[in-house]
């Protein structure tokens, strides 16, 4: 019993720093950016009104929609637009057309979160230094630099791992929400008043007395659920009690104290509404709290920086990207990777915002859209599945969805009002990224099928190759073929230049499936050809890491022992050329060919010893 109860203490102090990092961190401009919009006529009643807001918007949002129903809908054990996205597509396989309209809406989802992945970083780093600027007018000027030296020591350090410093992040954002209750506190027990904010009738107050201002100031009113997406998709790695747990006892709790202690400051001071979070602060804790929420927000980007990694590969097992260099960090979790494109892509985009905008409250304009557009996907995601996958009634589904989609459509209807400001900016990383991904996904069709309708069926061919066979010799020719049942290339170049055959020969296909995990005794389908000869696909969720060699080593049950020293493994290394078709424009059938040709090494990604692995090359049209 108390070795169960260390064990959910020990992963909900997980989930409190690498979950809750981006929404504790929301406290920093949130507030700032509603009253300093100027849209808010400065009275006690709409502070009140608007607290209000806050706090339900964090308990419909957060406590209702993410921890209580879409933390439910879990693709065995894990969580994520891309699990839900498999889960949903699953659920309606027998309607190719919804299917194929569903895996459209969910990539595109999950191209935003890369949007979401520049904004984030950006504006929260930004946020907690310029509280340098509360302590003296004089920092103003070192306020961008020193973000930029913050992002770049992040993103420098990604490629050693978070495995040492990993163990950090609970306790030092446990004392940021510690801290952040404490200056809440003190505030609003001067001024005890601002809890009866807590009442719904405050914010339907103040949404039928400023119906316009309230749709204006949405878009700045979803700041303060920046990361809730964090719950579901952090679910695999820490379970939903701990998640549901860290929630309701540390994280809730500590925001909407802060966020009334600020409601208290204003009441007091109105003039604190230029940074109503570090003027919460007495003069002497002012240095000691910047540096505490640089840490929190670097925590906060850490998290993001990693999901980020986590989601390239989830994609790339789905084959939406081509195959990027990948690193384990981490012997003992095989789940920390690092992705050198995509760690700098990031960094780079992220430098460009912060150039760009200049100013937390500027990057405030930027971020929303995607943030909205993914919690609406989100929803019209459980919908699908709640109805097809658990097969409640239509009724219930509606009803269970409907009202969050119609909160999620008012936040997104009002972050459109920012669209020209900087909302622009996340959608245009979005939008490319989406691009590239049905670029490679057509392509790859495009070329599989080429290649089938130009293969030749692999049972019949093995039949006319042993009528007379050539010399055989000693060990394994694993060949490697995207698709089952037909001749690899490598075998026919093989057999041109080398004529010779294997004693024992495997052709292999992998085939991903829309599961995060498939279980090491279900891994292989097997079929043997005979003459040594063995059909093999190798089965993958979204979630494994591909290792065909150890994959392989099951087949000693099957009487096929595959010596390490005596197997070589066959690629065809093709070249793409393309050409004038109706499967594609022009210019995103050379983006393709140029994708493909820049494709990381599939030996790697397989995780093929080196020193066994032969390619053999060939040019395809599409």
């Known amino acids: 019993m108390s070795s169960s109860r260390s064990s959910l203490a020990a992963l909900t102090l997980g989930a409190i720093g690498v979950v809750y990092g981006d929404i504790g961190t929301s406290v920093l401009y949130a507030v700032k950016e509603v009253f300093g919009s100027g849209h808010v006529p400065f009275t006690p009643a709409n502070v009140f009104g608007i607290l209000s807001i806050f706090f339900w918007t964090l308990t419909v949002i957060v406590s209702l929609k993410y921890v209580t129903l879409v933390l439910r809908a879990d693709n065995e054990g894990e969580g994520g637009l891309v699990a839900m996205l498999a889960l949903a597509s699953k659920s309606v396989r027998d309607k190719p057309r919804l299917r194929s309209v569903l895996l459209m809406v969910g990539i595109f989802g999950t191209c935003l979160f890369y ?45 050693r791992g978070t495995t040492g410093i990993g163990k950090f992040f609970g306790p030092i954002t446990l004392v940021w929400f510690f ?68 929630w309701f006892s540390i994280v809730m709790p500590a925001l909407t104290l802060n966020y009334f202690g600020q409601g208290a400051l204003l009441l007091q001071n109105p003039e604190a509404v230029k940074n109503p979070f570090y003027l919460m ?43 990027l260099q990948l690193f384990h960090t981490s012997v ?8 050198p494109f995509v760690n700098w892509g990031l960094f780079v985009a992220i430098v460009l915002a912060v150039v760009l905008f200049k100013s937390s409250s500027n990057l405030a304009s930027a971020y929303g859209i995607a943030v909205t557009l993914d919690m609406l996907i989100t929803t019209v995601l459980t919908f699908f599945v709640i109805r097809y996958a658990w097969g409640y009634p239509l009724t219930l589904c509606l009803a269970a969805t409907g009202f969050f989609f119609v909160v999620d459509l008012a936040f997104f209807s009002s972050n459109l009002l920012k669209l020209f400001e900087g909302g622009w900016f996340p959608l245009l990383i979005g939008g490319a990224i989406f691009a590239l991904m049905q670029t490679w996904k057509d392509g790859r069709n495009l070329l599989n099928d080429k290649l089938r309708s130009e293969a030749l069926d692999l049972k019949s061919f093995l039949e006319a190759v042993f009528i007379s066979p050539p010399v055989r010799v000693e060990g394994t020719a694993v060949f490697l073929t995207g698709t089952t049942g037909t001749v ?39 079929e043997d050809l005979g003459h040594n000869c063995w059909q093999v696909i190798i089965n993958y969720g979204f979630k494994n890491d591909p290792d065909v060699p150890g994959a392989l080593r099951e087949l000693q049950a099957h009487g096929c022992d595959l010596d390490p020293m005596t197997t070589s493994y066959f690629l065809s290394r093709d070249t793409v050329v393309p050409t004038i078709s109706d499967g594609m424009s022009p210019w995103r059938e050379k983006l393709f060919a140029q994708l493909h040709r820049n494709a990381s090494a599939a030996a790697d990604f397989l995780n093929l010893p080196s020193n066994a692995v032969v390619e053999l090359g060939s040019k395809i049209e599409i």
């Open 115 to 159: 949007g979401d992945g520049v904004i984030t970083p950006a504006i929260s780093v930004l946020s907690a230094v310029e509280g340098l600027e509360v302590i003296s007018p004089t920092f103003t000027k070192a306020v961008i630099p020193l973000t930029l030296i913050i992002l770049f020591g992040l993103f420098a350090v990604q490629k």
């Open 179 to 246: 801290s952040i209750a404490c200056l809440g506190v003190a505030h609003i027990a001067s001024n005890p008043t601002i809890l009866w904010a807590l009442s719904p009738h405050h914010a339907l107050g103040f949404i039928f007395n400023h119906p316009g201002t309230t749709f204006i100031i949405l878009g700045a009113v979803v700041l303060c659920v920046t990361g809730g997406e964090a719950l579901y998709a952090d679910m695999g790695h820490f379970g939903r009690k701990p998640i549901r747990l860290a």
């Open 281 to 323: 602060a007495p003069e002497w804790a002012l240095l000691p709290l910047v540096g505490l929420a640089t840490m929190a927000t670097v925590i906060a980007s850490q998290a993001l920086i990693s999901g980020a990694f986590s989601v390239t590969k989830q994609v790339i097992q789905l084959g939406y990207l081509p195959r």
């Open 332 to 339: 003992r979790d095989t789940g920390q990777i690092y992705i």
């Open 488 to 526: 690899p290339n490598a075998l026919l170049h093989n057999l041109k230049h080398n004529k010779v055959l294997h004693h024992n020969n495997l052709f292999v296909t992998l085939q991903s499936h829309e599961v995060p995990w498939v279980k090491i005794d279900e891994r292989l389908s097997i």
